[in-house]
C-alpha cells in the first residue's frame, strides 16, 4: 500500500461553519435554539415586538376614538349654541311684542294674556328638556384619551339666566325703554277696555300719531303724551314675525299689509330671483322698483340705508303710510322713489317739526355736487337737468 492511499483527506473549514462541519455558523448574534437560555430570550424577543405592535394598536385605536368623542363633543355645543339663540330669539319676541303693546297703548285682552303666559310656560318647559337631553349627552362622553381631561360644566351648569327667567319678561324692562313722563301710564289707558276679552271688542285705534307733545297742534292734542315711534328693532321683528306667521300658515285670512306681494311681483315670481331682504320691506312700490333696479345696485346697501334711516311714527308697523323714510333715499336713489313715499315721509316731518323734502320724479332736484352716487345715477338715466326747484313744493312731470 502506497503512502498516498493511507494518508487521509484533508479538510478545510470554511468561515461560516462551524468547526465540526455539521452546521454553517450563522453571522451576527449567535444562534441559541440549541439552549434553553436562547429559547427564553428569543420568546422575550418575539413577544416584546407583539407588545410594542399591540401598544401601537392600541394608541391609535384611542387616538382614533378620541377624534370621535372631540367631533361628538364639538356637535353638542353646537346644539347647545343652536338652542340659546333659538331660546334668545323667542325671548326677544315675546318681549318686543309686549313692549309694543304697551308703547302704542293697546289694551291687551285678559284671553291674549292667558295664551300668552301659556305660551311662556311651554316654551321654557320645552326648552329646559331640550337642555337636559344635550346635558345627558355631554355628560355620557367619557374624558378624551392621552389628553388633559376639561370639565363640560362651564358649557352646561352656568347657564345663567335660566330659560324660565329668560323668557320672562323683567318688571323693570319695559322702565329701560320707556320715556319718563310724570304722568303713569295707566292713566293714557282705557280701563273698559281692560276687561274685554274679546279682540274686537277693543276701540279703534287712530289712524296715526305725533311724536311731538300735548302741547303741540290740535291733532297732537288728541294723541297720549306717551306716544312715540316705535323702536327700530320692535318694528322689524314685528315685521319678520308676520312674514313667519304667513309661511306657516298660508291658508289663514290675514288683513291686507305692505308685505303682500304686488302684481308685478307675482308675474316674476317665476322668472326673477328676488333678493331674500326685499321681502321684509313694508313698501309695495319700494319693493317693486328695487326689483327692477337690483342688477344696477348694491341692494344691501340701500337696504342698510332703510332700515337704519327710516322711523315707524304710526301705529302698524306693516302699512306703507306709517314710515318715514331717510332723506338720503329721496336724493341718492330718487329713481326708486314716488309721490305716495314723499306724501309719507313729509307728513311725519311736518308734524315733528322738519322741512319737508324736495323731490322730482326726473332727478332735477339732485345738484351737480349732490355727491357721486346721485350725480352718477342722474348721468346714467339720463335724467339729470340744471333746472331750479320751488322749497317744499315736488315738481311732478
Not at 303713569?184 to 311724536?211: G, R
Not at 319678520?240 to 299689509?257: A, C, H, M, N, V
Not at 337696504?303 to 336724493?331: M, S
Request: hydrophobic residues 30%; glycine residues 4%.
Amino acid at each position: 500500500m502506497t503512502e498516498s492511499a493511507t494518508m487521509k483527506p484533508v479538510r478545510f473549514v470554511l468561515e461560516n461553519e462551524s468547526s465540526s462541519g455539521i452546521e454553517p455558523r450563522p453571522r451576527g448574534r449567535k444562534s441559541l435554539d440549541n439552549h434553553l437560555e436562547g429559547d427564553r430570550k428569543s420568546r422575550n424577543r418575539r413577544n416584546q415586538r407583539a407588545y410594542r405592535q399591540r401598544q401601537q394598536q392600541q394608541l391609535l385605536e384611542a387616538e382614533k376614538e378620541r377624534d370621535n368623542y372631540k367631533e361628538n363633543y364639538a356637535k353638542l355645543q353646537q346644539r347647545l349654541i343652536d338652542k340659546n339663540g333659538k331660546l334668545e330669539r323667542m325671548a326677544n319676541l315675546v318681549y318686543d311684542m309686549e313692549r309694543l303693546c304697551v308703547l302704542q297703548g293697546i289694551a291687551v285682552p285678559s284671553s291674549i294674556k292667558e295664551r300668552l303666559s301659556m305660551f311662556k310656560q311651554r316654551a321654557a318647559e320645552d326648552l329646559d328638556e331640550q337642555f337636559a337631553d344635550i346635558n345627558e349627552s355631554l355628560r355620557s362622553i367619557p374624558n378624551p384619551v392621552y389628553e388633559t381631561p376639561h370639565s363640560d360644566s362651564s358649557v352646561i351648569t352656568n347657564t345663567e339666566p335660566s330659560p324660565h327667567s329668560i323668557i320672562e319678561s323683567p318688571p323693570s324692562a319695559l322702565e329701560e325703554v320707556l320715556p319718563t313722563f310724570d304722568s303713569p301710564l295707566t292713566e293714557d289707558m282705557d280701563p273698559v277696555a281692560m276687561q274685554i276679552d274679546d279682540m274686537a271688542d277693543i276701540p279703534a285705534l287712530e289712524e296715526f300719531s305725533t311724536p311731538e307733545s300735548t302741547e303741540g297742534s290740535s291733532m297732537s292734542s288728541q294723541i297720549s303724551p306717551l306716544r312715540g315711534p316705535i323702536p327700530r328693532h320692535v318694528a322689524l321683528y314685528y315685521i319678520q314675525s308676520q312674514y313667519l306667521k304667513k309661511l306657516t300658515d298660508p291658508d289663514k285670512e290675514y288683513p291686507p299689509s305692505g308685505l303682500d306681494p304686488t302684481p308685478l311681483e307675482l308675474a316674476l315670481s317665476d322668472k326673477v330671483r328676488f333678493h331674500p331682504r326685499l321681502r321684509f320691506l313694508p313698501c309695495p312700490k319700494l319693493r317693486e322698483r328695487l326689483i327692477l333696479f337690483q342688477d344696477v345696485l348694491d341692494i344691501n346697501s340701500v337696504v342698510d340705508h332703510i332700515v337704519k334711516g327710516a322711523t315707524c311714527w304710526g301705529r302698524d308697523p306693516l302699512q306703507n303710510d306709517a314710515w318715514e323714510l331717510p332723506e338720503v333715499l329721496f336724493y341718492d336713489f330718487w329713481f326708486i322713489c314716488d309721490e305716495d313715499m314723499l306724501r309719507c315721509t313729509n307728513k311725519w316731518r311736518l308734524l315733528n317739526g322738519k322741512p319737508p323734502i324736495v323731490w322730482d320724479n326726473a332727478g332735477r332736484h339732485v345738484k351737480k355736487d349732490a355727491g357721486p352716487l346721485g350725480k352718477s345715477q342722474g348721468k346714467l338715466l339720463g335724467f339729470f337737468a340744471e333746472e331750479s326747484t320751488n322749497n317744499g313744493q315736488s315738481l311732478a312731470m
